[in-house]
Nanobody, 115 residues
């Protein structure tokens, strides 16, 4: 069994910053990709960033230059540093990890950006 626990969401003013964390525990041998997605009501869940096991990153165009994804393999934790937040970044953010061909998701953490 694999568990993902997210933290760091909350309310922030536009232009501000937040840092999300996602700690992975359980039956883990090796985590392949780790990443973050987000979802707003009525819309599909969308990729924010993916970080491969070698540290390569992919970002959605909407967050490039503002968000930074990183991972600490020793702690089985993935992070999302969000700077210059915009109201359109308001969403529930989910972390996802890929282990031996299976995707595991966190329960989500709400980020609200006020104008």
């Amino acid at each position: 069994q694999v568990q993902l626990v997210e933290s760091g969401g909350g309310l922030v003013q536009a232009g501000g910053s937040l840092r999300l964390s996602c700690a992975v525990s359980g039956s883990i041998y090796r985590i392949n990709a780790m990443g973050w997605y987000r979802q707003t009501p009525g819309k599909q869940r969308e990729l924010v960033t993916t970080i491969t096991s070698s540290g390569s990153t992919i970002y959605a165009d909407s967050v490039k230059g503002r968000f930074t994804g990183s991972r600490d393999n020793a702690k089985n934790t993935v992070y999302l540093q969000m700077n210059s937040l915009k109201t359109e970044d308001t969403a529930v953010y989910y972390c996802k990890v890929h282990i031996f061909g299976v995707d595991y998701w966190g329960e989500g953490t709400l980020v609200t950006v006020s104008s």
